[in-house]
């Protein structure tokens, strides 16, 4: 079973685009029984998109969230509020939100909150740039190790990690990621993961590939990559694009 995720980002501008996108992704999933899909769209229509999904495949997830559950904290989300309109999965540690002063700690507490809640965390991890020396697979796996330390031992199901090199993701991406480069990284993941986890738990935590996906390059991605799936952003808003895509995941 290959994930398919849609990271919408702060797009699109209303509620009725977002619903039609939403549609166009609905139809695709016609004869889909091989694909988890879940679409994580701003914050402000996930209770919207999650009673359109509600007798669909597809899942909804939030993109960040806050580290309490409920309190004096204006203009933060509620990780508990999340899952009572009908999110199941959230996304923490965006490179995006890390650009944005977001630290190895805040997402630490934050994916205890997810936890505590009953969410399934989606957490992105990547190194900023390539080095001759290989310098970044020690960010990545450092990343990772940081993040996880309050990550309960026992809750391993309720982890998603997606691999997103930060010059892969974007409009302004150096180059697109190869499948060669994701199944390297994936290999030093799932080692960090067997360190935490141990290796039984280890192996089921899926391990996503993340920047410039389309559904050109998508397929090589699952095939030749090993990816058990793909984190999307811009070509998840378009849903012919991303109907291709998780029809072919359907089919691996
Ligand atoms: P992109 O974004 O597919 O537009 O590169 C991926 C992401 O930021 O999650």
Redesign the pocket.
């Known amino acids: 079973m290959k994930f398919i995720i849609g990271?919408w980002?702060m797009f699109p501008a209303s509620p009725s685009e977002a619903k039609t996108i939403f549609s166009g992704i609905k139809k695709s999933m016609r004869g889909v029984t091989h694909a988890k899909v879940i679409i994580c769209p701003p914050s402000l229509y996930v209770a919207q998109l999650a009673l359109l999904a509600a007798k669909t495949k597809i899942q909804i997830g939030g993109q960040n969230c806050f580290k309490e559950d409920e309190g004096a904290y204006t203009g933060e989300t509620s990780p508990r509020a999340l899952r009572a309109v009908g999110a199941t999965h959230v996304i923490l540690g965006?490179?995006?939100r890390r650009a944005m002063g977001e630290t190895d700690s805040d997402i630490s507490e934050k994916m205890s909150a997810v936890i505590r809640n009953k969410l399934t965390v989606i957490l992105?991890v990547g190194e900023k740039a390539r080095d001759e020396h290989g310098g970044y697979f020690n960010e990545v796996s450092t990343e990772l190790r940081s993040s996880l330390l309050a990550f309960p031992k026992n809750e391993a199901k309720r982890l998603i990690v997606?691999y997103?090199p930060i010059w892969?993701?974007?409009?302004r991406?150096k180059r697109v990621a190869t499948p060669a480069d994701f199944r390297e990284m994936s290999i030093l993941i799932r080692r960090t993961l067997t360190e935490y986890f141990g290796k039984k738990d280890a192996f089921a935590v899926p391990i996503l590939y993340?920047?410039?996906?389309d559904d050109h390059n998508a397929e090589g991605f699952l095939k030749e990559g090993g990816a058990d799936g793909l984190?999307?952003?811009?070509?998840s808003l378009d849903p012919e694009k991303l109907g291709m895509i998780i029809r072919s995941a359907n089919t691996i």
């Open positions: 990271n980002k965006h490179s995006e992105c997606a997103e892969a993701i974007g409009s991406a993340g920047g410039s996906v984190l999307i952003g811009r070509v």
